[in-house]
């Protein structure tokens, strides 16, 4: 089973901080994505990375970035912590590229509140 | 921008009923699929939908695909309490893997 690993499940930050979610999967898989979640909203993709140092922008990535060093991990960051970030965010990770079928794992999820 | 939009936005049915949630997109798709999200919890994947077939079963689900009407319904039959969860459907247009989330059904079953 494809195993997505969120460092945390809760995080509470002051406004301003420099905020670090880390995700980690299993499965050699390039594709990993990091989405927020807001009631009414659904999900939302701020960032994606196809590769190692590749990241592509989603639809709302302004106030974070990505990090992608290694195959497995994927990581974002809120340069400078707002309460409207606050939400929770979610990491996946897809099927191979040559897999036909795009088919996402989860993690648990990090709910992040800024205050 | 939101691909899927799901109806009803919340459900409410007792166990052993049937709970069916309909999820409407723009564009032409490559699948869609179904997703579940327990309450605080990451998405599981439940069921893909290729844009050529129209109908596909998995155990107590059951999903149809209308691509004249780009529209989806997911049927859960026989419904239990361990079913109460948020549904989302999930559409791929074949854009650089991404996949676009509706909003979401909560469905709620009660004993």
């Known amino acids: 089973d494809v195993k997505v690993t969120q460092s945390s499940r809760y995080l509470v930050k002051r406004t301003g901080e420099k905020v670090f979610l880390e995700c980690v999967q299993d499965m050699d898989h390039e594709n990993m994505f990091w989405y927020r979640q807001d009631p009414g909203l659904g999900l939302r993709l701020i960032y994606f990375?196809?590769?190692?140092?590749?990241?592509e922008k989603g639809d709302i990535p302004e106030g974070y970035s990505v990090s992608r060093e290694k195959k497995e991990r994927f990581s974002l960051i809120l340069e400078s912590a707002s309460t409207n970030q606050t939400s929770m965010y979610l990491c996946a990770s897809r099927t191979p590229s040559r897999h036909p079928e795009n088919i996402q794992y989860f993690g648990a999820g990090t709910r992040l509140s800024v205050l | 921008s939101q691909q899927g939009e799901e109806d009803p936005q919340a459900l409410s049915i007792q166990e052993g009923e049937n709970a069916t949630m309909n999820c409407s997109y723009k564009t032409s798709i490559n699948n869609l699929q179904w997703y579940r999200q327990n309450s605080g919890r990451g998405l599981v994947h439940l069921i893909l939908?290729?844009?050529?077939?129209r109908e596909k079963h998995s155990g107590r689900l059951r999903v149809t695909l209308d691509t004249s009407k780009k529209s989806s319904s997911l049927l859960i039959t026989a419904s239990r309490a361990a079913d109460t969860a948020s549904y989302f459907c999930?559409?791929?247009?074949?854009?650089?893997?991404?996949?676009?989330f509706g909003t979401g059904t909560r469905l709620q079953v009660t004993l």
């Open positions: 939908i290729r844009s050529n077939e």
């Open positions: 999930a559409t791929d247009t074949g854009t650089a893997s991404k996949l676009t």
């Open positions: 990375s196809y590769d190692v140092k590749m990241k």
